[in-house]
């Protein structure tokens, strides 16, 4: 059995998104469909999903989201672009694959 079967076996890991980043980023729903690529409205978007997935579950503060992938614009227009990156991410994924933290935004229940 491989890890990746292994890990499909874990207690809950049906209601659990993924994220892979080796090769070509590949992203599954809970449900199990793979997201196909056109489904991310701009680049940014899933830059911004392999940046949190690279962060393993810990929160990044806002503010370094911004300036990593809107580094160009100021602060209240990075952090619209932000918020639509992330409510385009939670429409793909599910609404609670990102979570605000106090210390900024992380993936939820995600391998």
């Given at each position: 059995?491989?890890a990746?079967?292994?890990?499909r076996?874990?207690?809950?890991?049906a209601?659990?998104?993924?994220v892979?980043?080796?090769?070509?980023?590949?992203?599954?729903?809970?449900?199990?469909?793979?997201?196909?690529?056109?489904?991310?409205t701009?680049?940014?978007t899933?830059?911004?999903?392999?940046?949190?997935?690279?962060s393993?579950?810990?929160?990044?503060?806002?503010?370094r989201?911004?300036?990593?992938l809107?580094?160009?614009?100021?602060?209240?227009h990075?952090?619209?672009?932000?918020?639509?990156?992330?409510?385009?991410?939670?429409?793909?994924l599910g609404?609670?694959?990102?979570?605000r933290?106090?210390?900024?935004?992380?993936l939820?229940?995600?391998?």
């Amino acid at each position: 059995m491989n890890a990746h079967e292994k890990r499909r076996e874990m207690p809950g890991s049906a209601t659990r998104c993924e994220v892979r980043l080796l090769g070509p980023m590949l992203a599954r729903r809970t449900d199990g469909s793979i997201v196909h690529p056109g489904e991310w409205t701009t680049a940014k978007t899933a830059d911004l999903l392999r940046l949190l997935a690279l962060s393993e579950g810990r929160p990044i503060p806002v503010e370094r989201l911004g300036d990593a992938l809107w580094p160009e614009v100021d602060a209240e227009h990075s952090r619209a672009s932000l918020r639509t990156a992330v409510a385009q991410i939670r429409r793909v994924l599910g609404r609670e694959c990102i979570r605000r933290e106090p210390e900024g935004l992380a993936l939820h229940d995600a391998w």
